[in-house]
């Protein structure tokens, strides 16, 4: 059966008209258990990260900050968020869900974070909606635990995951790959060890192409003990910041792309959700929930 790991402080409240679609990670839970795509009993909460394993990755004066908040003006507006107790709290939890995830998904084969996928985030700073990087945070805890040596992050978020790059930027043992678009955010792009740049309206038939292309170069070149994937949802074209047109088909052609290719090799993936940014926010909670069904057929 899939596991999956979730927490009520996933959701945290926002001023009136924030853009960022919170809702979605209650809705993306809601949903996988009214499917029975995740059963209640393996539906788990998210685990809270100590310090001691962020500072794996984050510096001690940005970690401070985030649960102290010592964040100043400028800092929040370029997290996206204002800082309060319950974003520091999310936060944690976020970095902890991804690493049961990731424990989970080495020894069962497969495993889903209903959250993360944090990749704007720096060690020493957060933006574009990123506090910690919880993919770098758990990769890093997994290899000062030796269960880990080699790894590779397959971003498909529309976003380039510039913080996840720049904090294995030099590491020959990472192996950071982002399908992403040329024209979007962010606007200083980071170099991964493979970056593919998206013109905008790219739809089913080339994103699936260079994917295509792409996955077995990645996975040849890696050799990794495990994948950890960012499954966004904003490559679709009901997504008011993606600016890409992948459809509900193509997104689950893609998933099912990436998730074999790992089978065929042996290779265990832990997902992340990453964003999604629906005009509709049950589009993007269909696009989540797509994921998170198709997910049962590689357990």
């Excluded at 993606?242 to 088909?249: F, K």
Aim: charged share 25%; aromatic share 8%; hydrophobic share 45%.
């Amino acid at each position: 059966m899939l596991h999956a790991w979730s927490s009520a402080r996933y959701v945290i409240p926002l001023p009136p008209g924030h853009r960022f679609p919170m809702v979605k990670y209650e809705r993306v839970r809601e949903v996988a258990l009214a499917t029975g795509a995740i059963a209640p009993a393996h539906m788990h909460d998210a685990p809270r990260a100590d310090d001691a394993m962020l500072l794996r990755v984050h510096t001690a004066d940005y970690v401070r900050k985030i649960r102290d908040g010592g964040l100043d003006a400028a800092e929040q507006r370029r997290l996206g968020f204002p800082w309060s107790p319950e974003l520091a709290e999310r936060s944690y939890r976020v970095v902890g869900g991804t690493l049961a995830t990731t424990r989970h998904a080495l020894e069962h084969g497969v495993a889903i974070n209903l959250a993360g996928g944090t990749h704007h985030a720096f060690a020493d700073r957060g933006e574009g909606f990123c506090v910690f990087n919880d993919v770098a945070v758990a990769l890093t805890t997994l290899r000062a635990e030796r269960l880990v040596r080699r790894v590779a992050v397959i971003d498909l978020d529309v976003h380039q995951g510039n913080g996840t790059h720049a904090i294995f930027a030099g590491d020959p043992l990472t192996y950071t790959f982002s399908m992403h678009g040329r024209n979007n955010f962010p606007f200083h792009k980071v170099a991964g060890s493979l970056d593919i740049e998206l013109d905008d309206a790219t739809g089913d038939a080339a994103y699936l192409a260079l994917l295509a292309d792409a996955l077995p170069r990645v996975l040849a070149e890696a050799r990794p003990d495990l994948v950890v994937y960012l499954a966004g949802a904003d490559p679709h074209e009901g997504d008011r910041l993606g600016r890409l047109a992948l459809t509900y088909t193509g997104l689950a052609r893609r998933d099912r792309m990436v998730l074999e290719c790992c089978r065929d090799v042996g290779i265990p993936v832990a997902l992340t959700i990453a964003g999604g940014y629906g005009r509709d926010i049950e589009t993007t909670v269909r696009v989540h929930a797509g994921t998170v069904q198709l997910l049962r057929d590689f357990v």
